[in-house]
Nanobody, 128 residues
């Protein structure tokens, strides 16, 4: 069992930056693939970014490439999502998710259904 807690969300203007954190507890974090997903009002939850257990592989949804960076500090049991040049369309609740069931692949790691553990989410609102 692992518990995930997101933080760092807030209300910012377009063009600003935020750094989200996902803190894990309960199990050795190095065994988990981690993903960030987001859900805008009235829409489905969708993939944003993922990072492999050893940080060797990252993958991003096209609309955030070049603006968002996912990273992890396994010593701190924390994964980060650095979000730069924020746009109004980035407004959503952001969730981190973790899974240790499968070998890493982009297809698996970008699939919402692959993840066993989820945080409660943190709201990001970008005003235009």
């Amino acid at each position: 069992q692992v518990q995930l807690v997101e933080s760092g969300g807030g209300l910012v203007q377009a063009g600003a930056s935020l750094r989200l954190s996902c803190a894990a507890s309960g199990r050795t974090f190095t065994t988990f693939t981690v993903g960030w997903f987001r859900q805008a009002p009235g829409k489905e939850r969708v993939f944003v970014a993922t990072i492999s257990r050893d940080s060797g592989t990252t993958y991003y949804e096209n609309s955030v490439k070049g603006r968002f960076t996912i990273s992890r500090d396994n010593a701190k049991n924390t994964v980060y999502l650095q979000m730069n040049s924020l746009k109004a369309e980035d407004t959503a609740v952001y969730y981190c998710a973790a899974d240790s069931q499968y070998p890493y692949s982009i297809r698996y790691a970008s699939n919402l259904g692959s993840y066993e553990y989820w945080g409660q989410g943190t709201q990001v609102t970008v005003s235009s």
